[in-house]
């Protein structure tokens, strides 16, 4: 991809799944990258609670020590707990919205303000098609995507035309998130409603990750995209 080679990335969740993936695709890019881990997994890159305000100005401070600033952020970290709605409890809910949703926004409030001071950039945020339309037993889940999806259309307006903000909204992913939560046989059922047949590989979300970012994509903001092998079609 053109225009990535000596960028300073910022990827949130970047030690497995999706998040490791782009982290990688950046490095053979030719980008600098910093690794913003969950603060409960015991991996290399710097931890942090994206649903602490606090705990992300600590971050992004060592990114400026290590980096120098931050030319392009991905808000990957997310996570999801399966419950019907009427199970789902306030504690479950309040996590979900608070990493989903409120983390993005600490994430990209700290690189949009070491943008707009600098040279422009572009921040990225993973959504989802469970922000796009209905999924049973993912209510919690299913609302931060959505709220995600309008913050960034919002971003992009105000944030125009120095820092471009788009949001991805993958379908299946084959994470170990996903694994965690489906059997075999819910895997199996999943493939046979999208129309490619699979699940996506957490590379091929970060190859879309790498596009935008570049200069290829230069013309995208505030733009919606699905990657999602057919699946809302």
Known sequence: MKGLAGKRVVVTGGTSGIGAATAQRFVEEGARVAAIADRDVDDPGLLCDVADAASVERA???VDELLGGVD???ANAGISIRKPFLEIEEADWRR???????GVFHCAQQAARRM???DGGVILMTAST???????FYADYNASKAGV???AKTMALELAPKVRVNSVCPGYVLTPMQRSEYTDAMLAEVNAGIPLGRHASPEEIAALFAFLASDEGAY???????????ETA
């Open 60 to 62: 992004f401070a060592r």
């Open 72 to 74: 392009v952020l991905v």
């Open 96 to 102: 979900v919205l608070d990493v989903n949703l409120t």
């Open 116 to 118: 707009v001071a600098g």
């Open 130 to 136: 469970n922000g796009l339309t209905g999924h049973a």
């Open 149 to 151: 999806i309008l913050l």
């Open 220 to 230: 995208f903001t505030g733009a919606t995209i699905s990657i999602d092998g057919g």
